[in-house]
């Protein structure tokens, strides 16, 4: 039989048997711990890693936790989780039944100071995420964004400055603690919130090295990591006054808009237009759906480049596979 896809507040995956991703149905999958994906309540079987169980706190009785690779069989179709080496936990997500379905979620390929990246799942059908959809969005080795980055700090609290680095509390902020450990040899200061969240990536083996729960202990590091949603120039303003000192600020972000911050180093937690390709060609699907970001335009540019049936999944209606089939 073949499966439909649908969107739905998420993604819906409808054979004789509904199967939601990041959205309710009697069986949901919650691919990783970000609220735009993890912000439902499951009223049935819910599946998901360990570790995106862990960060989101669900207390759910339904809940049934999955290793990467472990099958898991509802009557004629076996669901799987894969790395997608977004954040701890994420996952992509492969149904198998008459036909193989990929949906990646949020995902990246290359490896980052404290996860390993995405394997590409060759399948029939791919559902990929589409965030930075443009040939424009290719990001540098981040090998090489690392040494940037640790130049520009360095020179920054060479000049006596206090260092506020900021980024997503889920993610990126476990990757800025292990990266002011590693680069900057500097325990950082960070908020209570990536306090919580660190401690859960050590439970899970993920080594971020020694810092910091902030609490009116400014001076106790010279480098301050916190949730980006919280920073503001006031802020900054704010923390010089209290530190008595000048303040640099940096963001981790593949968006290279400055704002109010001093710099911006390209720390994406998503594939670049690059890694986009680069999985498509590797998981060899005869039909690809996009969502998010630049779905339409990167759908374009696979039918153009590979003679593949693409179309983005939009929010608010409908696309079957059985249209293509």
């Known amino acids: 039989m073949t499966m439909q896809l649908s969107w739905s507040k998420g993604l819906l995956v409808q054979g004789k048997n509904k199967i939601a ?45 999955l290793d990467f690779g472990e099958r898991f069989r509802i009557d004629d179709l076996t669901i799987s989780l894969h790395n997608a080496g977004h954040i701890l936990g994420s996952s992509q997500v492969l149904i198998e039944g008459d036909e193989r379905i990929a949906i990646t979620s949020d995902f990246k390929l290359q490896d980052s100071l404290i996860l390993e990246g995405a394997k590409p799942l060759q399948c029939d059908k ?67 919130k990536i306090y919580q969240n660190n401690k859960i990536y050590e439970e899970h083996n993920i080594k971020l090295g020694p810092y910091y729960k902030l609490d009116h202990n400014l001076h106790d590091s010279d480098v301050l990591i916190l949730p980006h949603s919280l920073c503001n120039a006031h802020l900054v303003q704010a923390i010089s006054f209290s530190v008595g000192k000048k303040v640099a600020s940096a963001k981790a ?47 374009a ?21 059985i249209e293509f089939d």
């Open 21 to 65: 991703v990041d959205c309710n149905a009697d069986t949901s999958i919650v691919t990783h711990a970000h609220a735009d994906h993890a912000s439902f309540r499951p009223k049935g079987l819910l599946l998901g890693s360990k570790a995106t169980f862990d960060l989101i706190g669900f207390t759910t009785k339904t809940k049934k936790s």
């Open 126 to 192: 791919l559902v990929i995420e589409t965030t930075y959809g443009l040939p424009q969005y290719s990001f540098p080795d981040r090998t090489s964004v690392y040494e940037k980055f640790a130049s520009w700090a360095k020179k920054q609290l060479s000049m006596g400055k206090f260092l506020v680095l900021a980024g997503y509390a889920i993610g990126k902020a476990q990757e800025l603690t292990a990266f002011s450990n590693k680069y900057l040899n500097i325990a950082p200061l960070v908020h209570e």
């Open 253 to 299: 972000s593949g968006w290279p808009y400055l704002g109010f911050y001093d710099a911006v180093f390209p720390l994406s937690d998503h594939a670049d237009f690059n890694q986009l390709l680069e999985y498509v060609k590797a998981a060899e699907p005869k039909q690809v759906f996009t969502m998010h970001g630049f779905a339409k335009e990167f759908a």
């Open 301 to 321: 540019h696979i039918r153009r480049r590979y003679g593949i049936t693409a179309r983005p999944l939009e929010k608010g209606q409908q696309s079957f596979l």
